[in-house]
């Protein structure tokens, strides 16, 4: 789950984290009166969406720019004007662009230099691990492809966390000194506390700047939160912004499924994130191209069959579905009747092969024969690859 910059504030400020003021506003009208509140000039007008490359992205009514520079309240109402309903594109929203449907306005700073810092959870180390760099206000992909040198790396102790010591290496390796030191300490130990008890996955903060009256503040933020804790804070629950989310993937976590579209056209419903990627790679093997990534998890109910089959179908690209179940917790005769009943209810007139392996497969596979309904069984996961991605072509 991803957040907002305005919902990052109010975090960066509930943990101590030092950060400009903002207000966010729904309306052109509540701009300017944000604009009024906060006072002064040298204010910024940040349109609210999921996607990087704000600054340089241009909105569908030709208007350019998600982040403008005012100095009113009355020019906070004039570009949060054009702003709002209005569909932002970046490089990272793609061509479909995003909508804003809130903007933040918030005080702008006078920057000397532009740092990068995050905290995340390095799978290869088993640990969560400080990622910084001297080189902020870019793509951090960017730094470490062309000035690797230039990215510095700190594992923290799974049990005895951050140490003061580990901040202070940091600090001074990005260069700062004396009081810049002290403050980029307690950003650094704010920033892993967050991290920590709200159960992110990732902390990014891009850029950390440091102003012209030696001040250090973190000025954007990207989260990244854990899902399977979420249930500890319904608090970050309560941030959610569906409207920002791929509608099948938000109908998906309601039934507790684990999906994400991609861009091929034949659908995969798979039992397992291991055998899902496995059948995506054997679809991609013969020719075909995956639409999805459906793992039903090791227990789904016909409930969520019928519901998986809904969400595949929502995709107008997809043109047939690799059903791939290997029995484990999961019974075969459970996958078969809720195949059944989803084709059913959908009136399914695409091509659909099912390869079950398992507990209780013989009976399964016996429901689907006597289903009457036009349904491929295949032996074996390249027997099912090549027989859906055959229909799929000859269609």
Do not use: W
């Amino acid at each position: 789950m991803n957040i907002h910059e305005y919902q990052a504030k109010e975090l960066f400020e509930k943990y101590g984290v030092a950060t400009p003021k903002g207000i966010v506003a729904s309306s052109a009208e509540e701009a300017a009166a944000a604009a009024a509140t906060i006072g002064g000039t040298g204010l910024v007008v940040k349109a609210q969406v999921h996607a990087g490359g704000r600054g340089k992205g241009t909105f569908k009514n030709g208007f350019k720019g998600g982040v403008h520079v005012i100095n009113t309240a009355e020019e906070a109402k004039d570009i949060a004007a054009k702003m709002l309903g209005q569909t932002l594109v970046t490089h990272q929203t793609g061509p479909e662009g995003k909508l804003v449907s809130k903007v933040l306005i918030a005080k702008s700073v006078d920057i000397t230099k532009e740092y990068y810092f995050a905290v995340l959870f390095d799978r290869g180390t088993s640990s969560h691990a400080i990622i910084a760099s001297t080189e902020g206000g870019m793509n951090i992909e960017d730094v470490a492809a062309n000035t690797p040198e230039k990215i510095i790396k700190e594992f923290v102790h799974p049990t005895i966390g951050l140490q003061p010591y580990q901040c202070r290496k940091i600090a001074a390796e990005l260069g700062f000194r004396g009081p810049l030191m002290n403050q980029a300490v307690k950003i650094f130990t704010a920033l892993f506390n967050l991290y920590l008890k709200t159960d992110c996955a990732m902390v990014e903060v891009n850029p950390l700047a440091l102003t012209t009256d030696n001040q250090l503040v973190a000025l954007d933020a990207k989260f990244g939160f854990d899902d399977n804790a979420l249930y500890r804070h319904p608090e970050i629950v309560a941030m959610r912004d569906k409207s920002e989310e791929d509608p099948r993937e938000v109908a998906a976590s309601e039934f507790n499924l684990n999906y994400i579209g991609l861009d091929g056209n034949i659908a995969c419903l798979v039992n397992g994130a291991g055998l899902a990627m496995s059948t995506m790679d054997i679809i991609k093997l013969h020719g075909g191209e995956p639409a999805n990534f459906l793992d039903v998890g090791g227990g789904a109910t016909k409930e969520q069959v019928t519901a998986a089959f809904k969400i595949i179908l929502g995709d107008p690209n997809v043109k047939g579905i690799l059903v791939n179940i290997f029995g484990g917790i999961m019974d075969c005769q459970i996958i078969a009747d809720g195949i059944i009943a989803a084709a059913k209810e959908v009136s399914l007139s695409i091509p659909l092969v099912v390869r079950l392996e398992g507990n209780n497969v013989e009976a399964g596979k016996a429901t689907l024969a006597a289903s009457g309904l036009a349904i491929t069984s295949a032996e074996g996961l390249t027997d099912a690859a090549q027989k859906i991605v055959d229909a799929v072509n000859a269609a």
